[in-house]
């Protein structure tokens, strides 16, 4: 059932097995493996079943690194959290994103991935991805072949595409299960412990109208986004250890975002069926130009996949360099194209043919469809100082607001340094046309209008030793018995694919644990 946290009495107790606190991809999944159980779930989210500009508010934060994302319109904050506007695409992370690399600082996690297939395939199921395949012998369409590309370096990689809203396809789900009581506008606010901190004894819970209740629990999950997941374990600092799962000063470290990096342009030498590449159709399946694990060794780079979108305003340039076009667009109006073409030219430096095309496709002059922008999405090496911390301003809960100090860097520029000549000679050796770069912008060092991708991950990462994360595989967090985290948070390393496929995976595993501990705790 789902009530309305300002209707609760005030300081009144809710007794449950299991606090779900969020109800986002992590939050609602985890609910849905209890449904129909002898549990009783207090599922707990801030906002109601639609947006709330109040209760958005108090995402509110500042940034202190690189250029970043205002943080009150990064993530929404209503059930279904940020699947209500998500893109919904998805593959597994790779096997060599699992494991050690000599050449990326604090990689590998305890887990492989084989140990996360069969949740991948239930995850799959969740999401409504379809059947789980991803090889492209498997899912071959003749009238859309992979490009038979030169070398081993490489290879055409599949995901697949489509955008479950977890908030309106499971509601009546989660609303009609007899053991699962949602609170909605209802604020996580603090972990109350043992004066060892070692059990969480329960949580306080606030309205924005004042309200105070407190949930205890015998499992307690943090399911609410990589910067919330550590906002509220760091404000949890009643205790004579200070904030939670912070021993070793880790909480909210190793904060990682994919690169999104419009980083090259391919000019085919002749017409060829792209249509498996072809970003923004309905098939539900998209290739993407992505390293071979060898050659990711071999080159000792970063994991990476080159999305292909047409030259064009609508689909290519509109889509995915904002940098550039929002410039264009926003002036268009208030210019005289003398003006505009100057701007274009200023910010765009040296683009080469690119400028030209980006010209003629803003004033319509001729159709350049037939070459296409190579859209780099890009891992993020773990990085000790790029981190999540509080800041001492504080929001209407009272509740210490957080800053995020985001860092990449050389490995990253390597990165995209590599896989623009891997592609050009892949092509290039195939006879199927070349790679013109686009250069940086002579400042920073990268090409015009490199952002991060919406995906905040790593803040509480997994780990064998308590040293060198804050949870465990089983993603409980290190010294405490009965709290647990969900979520991308939890990524040692990210890989370079979208991460909520293995949110809801790791979810799902989190979920047979606890069924797992309850039953015999």
């Avoid at 299960?177 to 412990?193: C, G, P, Q, R, V």
Wanted: net charge negative; with cysteine.
């Amino acid at each position: 059932m789902f009530i309305d946290g300002r209707e609760t009495e005030d300081k009144a107790t809710i007794e449950a097995d299991i606090c779900i606190i969020g109800a986002g991809a992590a939050g609602i999944t985890i609910a849905r493996e209890f449904i129909g159980s002898s549990f009783k779930v207090c599922l707990l989210e801030s906002g109601g079943l639609e947006f709330d500009e109040e209760t958005q508010a108090l995402y509110n934060g500042k940034n202190i690194g690189l250029p970043y994302y205002d943080l009150d319109v990064l993530r929404l904050r209503y059930f279904g959290g940020t699947t209500n506007i998500w893109s919904g695409v998805s593959r597994p992370l790779d096997a060599i994103d699992f494991g050690v690399r000599s050449w990326v600082p604090y990689s590998g996690w305890p887990l492989e991935l084989a140990d996360l297939t069969p949740f991948y395939r239930r995850a799959h199921d969740v999401c409504q991805l379809g059947a789980y395949s991803y090889g492209l012998g498997e899912n071959s369409d003749r009238n859309a072949p992979a490009l038979p590309l030169e070398g081993n370096s490489i290879l055409t990689t599949l995901y697949r595409e489509n955008p479950v809203n977890f908030g309106q396809v499971y509601r009546d789900e989660i609303k009609s299960a007899d053991n699962i009581h949602t609170y909605l506008f209802s604020n996580a606010l603090t972990f109350e412990t043992d004066p060892n901190a070692s059990t969480v004894s329960q949580l306080d819970v606030g309205t924005l109208d004042g309200k105070r209740f407190r949930v205890k629990s015998r499992a307690f999950i943090l399911a609410t986004g990589g910067v919330e997941n550590v906002r509220l374990l760091l404000n949890s600092d009643q205790t004579s250890t200070g904030s939670l799962g912070n021993n070793h000063d880790l909480v909210g470290r190793f904060f990682m975002e994919h690169l999104s990096i419009t980083g090259a342009v391919y000019l085919p030498s002749h017409v060829q069926p792209m249509q498996l590449y072809i970003q923004g159709d309905t098939s539900g399946r998209h290739g993407a130009l992505a390293p071979s694990a060898e050659a990711q060794r071999r080159e000792e780079m970063l994991n990476v996949y080159g999305a292909l979108f047409p030259v064009s305003l609508r689909s290519g340039l509109k889509a995915v360099a904002p940098g550039l076009v929002s410039s264009i667009m926003a002036l268009r109006a208030d210019m005289s194209v003398n003006d505009i073409g100057e701007h274009v030219r200023r910010i765009s430096a040296d683009l080469d043919d690119l400028t030209l095309h980006t010209y003629q496709r803003v004033f319509r002059t001729r159709d350049v469809q037939h070459e296409y922008y190579i859209v780099y999405q890009m891992e993020n090496a773990p990085d000790f100082d790029s981190r999540v911390v509080l800041d001492t301003e504080r929001d209407r809960l009272g509740m210490r607001k957080v800053m995020i100090d985001w860092r990449f860097g050389d490995m990253e520029r390597k990165t995209l340094s590599r896989m623009n000549a891997l592609i050009a000679q892949a092509v290039g050796g195939a006879g199927l046309g070349r790679v013109r770069v686009i250069p940086d912008d002579g400042d920073s060092g990268w090409p015009p209008g490199v952002r991060g991708a919406w995906h905040q991950m790593g803040t509480t990462r997994m780990s064998q030793e308590p040293k060198q994360g804050v949870v465990d595989a089983n993603c409980r967090v290190h010294g405490i018995s009965n709290l647990f985290v969900s979520g991308s948070s939890v990524f040692p390393t990210c890989g370079c694919s979208s991460p909520t496929l293995t949110i809801v995976a790791l979810s799902i595993r989190l979920a047979d644990h606890i069924k797992q501990v309850l039953r015999t705790g």
